[in-house]
């Protein structure tokens, strides 16, 4: 599939506004997502407002694509509209647990990648930003997001200012596997990163690092252990906070 | 997008074999979804054989479509081929933490909707399992999944034997905040879900079940907070077994 296959994230995009009519058709695209139970617990909200987009951007560490977008929408597993709709019928609602925060947090990140889908088709570029989680507390209070909600992704939305090339991806037997998990030997981790490790710009960040290997990149500048620890716990406590904890 | 708006989940499938070449084709589109750095922290299990399905089916409550589909894919939360590799490049992960597990279900979750989207273009029809996150441990057992891997949707693939009706969905105003989030006054919520209370099936809902509002139906017989409960506290004892609750 043509759309799919060409999927490239855009983190420059030109000043060409997105029109009310194109963002409300993508979202409708987005919405038909499958979802647990056909409840829809998620939300999604919209920044345009130059505003908010500078109030948002620390909590994507300054990424520069939040400020230039023209549109950010920020996907929340979202219980709160559900459970006040059970409390007003009647019906008392047990979804203030982990499993709950789950199920709502998946119904979010289909929503959001069928808006991505539909917005790739409409001419769109896309960034995902995994920010979202790491900073979930501050995107709360900027949002005011009430309890039962919690942002789980970020998109960026705009017309593409770069055509950067197909990323790498590992071959499609080093993430499939076939009736069973086929755990991998030292023999197939050499043979599956292979590609990966030999690019210039692998190389290159190495080099600049002034590290060994392209794994030490990740392990000791991207995603270190303890930002990870520090950020396991922030959103753990958040979780509680907004109401999810409760089992 | 036509693809897009015409889902409908697909329950029932005909005898007919999805052939070896489309399902890669399919994995092949979905696995250009974003990842997180390009990490891709996820894996994809592919059941066909008959007795796999079999003992598979009861962790999904026996819905018939396990054994009637002709694939069932298993998604993944998957560090374990990252940390292997880590580990052979001279690097020390840090993904044994809350943090690395959500960022590596976004990952399956974001390629699973890219599935699905791929496979309804070529004419197939899907149906998501939430089931997946209640017997994950169950799961781990059948498929064989080693730490750092948690199973985290199931979807049934077939060509489609039912031409359900289009779900209903909430009003896209429902669902969207403009630049902060609105909460629902109670006159909001009434609007909001008038129309899926009104529908015939909704009421057949009701009356079968003795009760008095549909939200109950969700309350007292589907998504029950005492099964809700005990299925968080499952989860996170697979997330601690499995590793990811080092924090």
Chains 1, 2 share one sequence.
């Not at 995107?139 to 005011?144: F, P």
């Not at 043979?191 to 990740?218: H, P, R």
């Amino acid at each position: 599939m043509k759309i799919l296959k060409q999927h490239r994230t855009i983190r420059r995009y030109t000043a060409r506004e997105i029109s009310d009519a194109l963002l409300e058709s993508i979202l409708e695209s987005g919405i038909r997502a499958s979802t647990t139970g056909n409840i829809q617990v998620y939300s999604v909200i919209v920044t345009r407002d130059e505003e908010m987009k500078e109030r948002l951007a620390p909590c994507h560490f300054n990424q520069p694509m939040v400020q230039e977008a023209p549109v950010v929408l920020t996907f929340c597993a979202d219980f709160n509209r559900f459970n006040k709709w059970c409390r007003q019928r009647d019906a008392e609602p047990g979804y203030d647990n982990f499993l709950s925060f789950v199920t709502a947090a998946i119904d979010a990140l289909l929503v959001a990648q069928n808006v991505c889908v539909a917005a790739e088709n409409e001419g769109l570029g896309i960034c995902y930003l995994g920010t979202t989680t790491y900073m979930a507390e501050q995107i709360i209070d900027i949002l005011e997001l009430p309890s039962g909600v919690v942002p789980v992704t970020t998109v960026t939305l705009g017309y593409p200012a770069e055509q950067p090339p197909l990323n790498d991806r590992l071959p499609l037997e080093a993430v499939v596997h076939q009736e069973r998990y086929s755990d991998y030997s030292a023999e197939d981790i050499d043979m599956f990163y292979e590609e990966k490790e030999a690019f210039d710009s692998s190389k290159q960040f190495v080099e600049e690092n002034g590290l060994k290997t392209l794994a030490q990149v990740f392990t000791k500048v991207r995603y270190k252990k303890e930002d990870n620890i520090t950020f396991s716990n922030k959103l753990l406590a958040v979780l509680k906070k907004q109401g999810f904890m409760n089992q």
